[in-house]
Nanobody, 124 residues
Framework: QLQASGGGLVQPGGSLRLSCAVSDAGFGTIFSNNALGWYRQAPGKQREVVALIDNVDFTNYADSVKGRFTISRDNAERTVTLQMRGLKLEDTAVYYC????????????????WGQGTLVTVSS
């Protein structure tokens, strides 16, 4: 199970920290060897990638969040975190964490696991 948390209402320019915890149950030792990431889906739009981190901590970001968002992972705690700063109205979306079945990131498919989503609303 992937449990995402940290969403909420924030004013433009504010910050939020999203966290996704991966339980042992059902995943066992899967985590440190696997890529992780965050996607988001805004109302009326398709789900899009936000930030990715692979099993050697190589990261990749959507152009729209570069310089504002930072993804990190804690293999001991089995968590992946998305630190978001300088939030904009267009960052409003439901944010989903993903645990890839591979050590590298790619287009998600049925082999991967999704969290339940956490809502981020940026509004004045």
């Amino acid at each position: 199970q992937l449990q995402a948390s940290g969403g909420g209402l924030v004013q433009p320019g504010g910050s939020l920290r999203l966290s996704c915890a991966v339980s042992d149950a059902g995943f066992g030792t899967i985590f440190s060897n696997n890529a992780l990431g965050w996607y988001r889906q805004a109302p009326g739009k398709q789900r899009e990638v936000v930030a990715l981190i692979d099993n050697v901590d190589f990261t990749n970001y959507a152009d729209s969040v570069k310089g504002r968002f930072t993804i990190s992972r804690d293999n001991a705690e089995r968590t992946v975190t998305l630190q978001m700063r300088g939030l904009k109205l267009e960052d409003t979306a439901v944010y989903y964490c993903i645990l890839y079945s591979t050590g590298y990131f790619r287009a998600p498919d049925e082999r991967d696991y999704w969290g339940q989503g956490t809502l981020v609303t940026v509004s004045s």
